[in-house]
């Protein structure tokens, strides 16, 4: 399982959330509040920045349109 920062619209905002993945890519899971950079000292700070800098590279997910992989087979 992996996971990244995403940006995720929601009814005309936009906010940053962790999205985490399957080991084939589906999205298994969205944290419930939006996220906030954070760190334990001066230089984790920066280095979360970072990733959030990197979401905003990325598409933006639409949060109507999210559909959790649970991975099975079914």
């Known amino acids: 399982m992996s996971w990244d920062?995403?940006?995720i619209?929601?009814?005309g905002?936009?906010?940053i959330h962790e999205v985490y993945y399957n080991d084939k890519g589906g999205i298994t899971s969205i944290s419930?509040?939006?996220m906030g950079p954070s760190g334990?000292?001066?230089?984790e700070l920066k280095?979360?920045?970072e990733y959030f800098l990197q979401?905003?590279?990325m598409p933006v997910?639409?949060?109507?349109?999210?559909?959790?992989?649970?991975?099975?087979e079914d």
Do not use: C, W
């Not at 334990?40 to 230089?43: G, I, Q, V, Y």
């Open 61 to 72: 997910l639409k949060k109507e349109e999210i559909i959790l992989d649970s991975g099975r």
């Open 40 to 43: 334990d000292t001066l230089e």
């Open 9 to 11: 619209e929601h009814n």
């Open 13 to 15: 905002m936009f906010t």
């Open 47 to 49: 280095d979360d920045m």
């Open 32 to 34: 419930q509040d939006p």
């Open 5 to 7: 920062y995403r940006v």
């Open 55 to 57: 979401a905003l590279d």
